[in-house]
């Protein structure tokens, strides 16, 4: 189906129409009056009114001086394209035609005592001071037989002239001053309610961003002093502009150009009461129905009280995730409590016995070699006694610090008793263990008496037993239990050694 096309007229269209008509009547007007106006007519008129006088005042002359005769030959001779004249008769004032000329017996119309026309004319012949008769001249028909004929008329050209000049120079004039005193033209008041009772802030803007509607919803975002807002362009409205995200172009501007809407636009302005208002900016053209944009439709959703309760709930949850980070800290410190040694870092007695069950059932379960060291610090008594409880302490931390670095990541330290600890080799063979004490027994030997730094250095070695994980052994106690006997060995074979 065709689509049906209305066309209207536009408010400042018709206020231009009734104007122009007004002026026009005016002008006729002042020209019948005046007769201010050029028109062939009017020329026509002024030219056969002076032939006919011309010719009447020549026949008046031949009369006065008695010929008579000459009067035809008079008319005859007036009768001329540029006159128009086309016939003639001269009647005496008893009725008597004396002379008859052209196409006067067609072409008079007028009945006796009716007035001149344009195309018919009589004039009053006077001899010798008194009426004598009467001259009847029929000329070309003076109304117009065509359009062009119109068109050329110098009135009708004025006429056409100030029509088509008065509606544009009203109709621009007026489609600016009715932006600024008449909205409702604009916008009906019907539409303007119906926008009222929205609770979103809504602007109607024309193609060059000035307002045409505001809502009341958007008045009420706006803090008090901003004045009139019909026939603003929105451009100039800093409240809203200094709010924008800073862009090249204006969001209602773009989707206007780009004929797409530009949708939720964040917006942070000063609210009515100077507290801040976060607002979404929706701009979407308004199309004509056939691919024109006429303006754009912006609209404001306040956001506030949301923003406001996300806001409160990213502090809840970043306050929650601050004290779940701290339960988690004092978990890991207790766990650290209460599986590590506090004096050295290194697990403490209970830690390392549940992990030796696991690494013993490891190597039951995957047949790989556990091996066990037992380690003890050497006349540690003596070291107390001679240097004090404080650098004994300090000569606990050195060795461990010594074993651990001889030790892989899987491998475990316990410290078993006071100077006495128990180290596990998951997947060591019984030579790699003892290599591994070895290491560690020079390691001791060599650097923790010098880490202590003290002016007396005392001399620190640890002395060494292993033992391999034998399936049928009575758990990880009994393992342990060989080592230690084997560290018996090496106390008994002269301290700082392996057995
Ligand atoms: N400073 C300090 N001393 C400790 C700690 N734990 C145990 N001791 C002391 O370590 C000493 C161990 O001495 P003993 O068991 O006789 O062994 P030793 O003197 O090292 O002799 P051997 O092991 O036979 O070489 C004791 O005097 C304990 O008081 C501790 O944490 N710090």
């Not at 030579?431 to 010098?450: C, S």
Request: net charge neutral; glycine share 8%; aromatic share 6%.
């Amino acid at each position: 189906m065709m689509p049906r096309l209305r066309f209207s007229l536009s408010p400042a269209s018709r206020v231009a129409i009734g104007l122009v008509s007004l002026m026009l009547t005016l002008l006729l007007m002042a020209d019948v009056v005046t007769g201010v106006l050029p028109s062939r007519l009017g020329e026509a008129k002024r030219a056969r009114e002076a032939t006919a006088q011309l010719l009447a005042t020549r026949l008046t002359t031949a009369l006065n001086a008695g010929r008579a005769e000459q009067v035809g030959t008079l008319m005859a001779s007036a009768m001329t394209p540029e006159s128009a004249l086309q016939g003639g008769a001269l009647f005496t004032a008893d009725g008597r035609l004396l002379a008859q000329r052209g196409n006067h017996p067609k072409g008079w119309t007028l009945a006796p005592a009716e007035p001149s026309t344009l195309d018919n004319i009589r004039v009053p012949i006077i001899a010798d001071e008194r009426p004598w008769g009467e001259l009847q001249l029929v000329f070309a028909p003076a109304l117009p037989l065509s359009l062009g004929y119109w068109l050329r008329d110098p009135l009708v050209q004025a006429i056409i002239f100030v029509t088509v000049f008065a509606f544009i120079a009203f109709h621009l004039y007026l489609r600016r001053m009715m932006r600024y005193m008449d909205p409702n033209a604009a916008v009906p008041e019907r539409v303007r309610t119906a926008f009222d009772t929205l609770s979103e802030g809504v602007l109607v803007l024309d193609p060059e961003g000035s307002i045409m509607l505001a809502n009341r919803a958007f008045k009420n975002m706006l803090p008090p002093g901003v004045g009139a807002l019909t026939g603003l362009n929105a451009s100039s409205l800093d409240w809203l502009v200094n709010g924008l995200p800073a862009k090249s172009e204006l969001p209602w501007t773009e989707a206007m150009r780009s004929k797409a809407p530009q949708l939720g636009l964040p917006l942070r302005v000063q609210g009515p009461n100077g507290a801040n208002l976060d607002l979404v900016m929706n701009c979407s053209p308004i199309d004509d129905g056939r691919g024109r944009v006429r303006g754009c439709l912006a609209t404001f959703s306040d956001v506030t009280e949301l923003h406001e309760r996300t806001e409160g709930l990213r502090v809840a949850l970043e306050a929650l995730s601050a004290s779940q980070r701290e339960i988690e800290q004092k978990n890991e410190e207790l766990t650290l409590q209460a599986t590590r040694d506090p004096l050295t870092g290194c697990l403490n007695r209970r830690a390392l016995m549940d992990l030796a069950d696991k690494r013993v059932a490891e190597a039951t379960r995957d047949a790989t070699p556990l091996c066990c060291i037992m380690c003890d610090i050497d006349h540690f008594k003596s070291i107390n006694d001679q240097f004090g409880h404080a650098l004994g302490d300090r000569v606990i931390q050195a060795s461990v610090r010594s074993l651990n670095s001889g030790l892989r990541g899987d491998d475990l330290l316990g410290r078993y008793g006071g100077e006495e600890f128990c180290i596990l080799l998951p997947r060591t063979s019984l030579e790699q263990a003892f290599e591994v004490a070895e290491r560690l027994r020079h390691e001791v030997d060599t650097h923790v008496g010098i880490a202590l730094r003290q002016p007396a250095r005392p001399k620190v070695t640890m002395s060494f037993g292993v033992a391999l994980w034998a399936p049928g052994m009575d758990g990880p106690a009994a393992l342990i239990d060989l080592a230690d006997q084997a560290l018996y060995r090496s106390k008994q074979g002269g301290r700082n050694r392996v057995s």
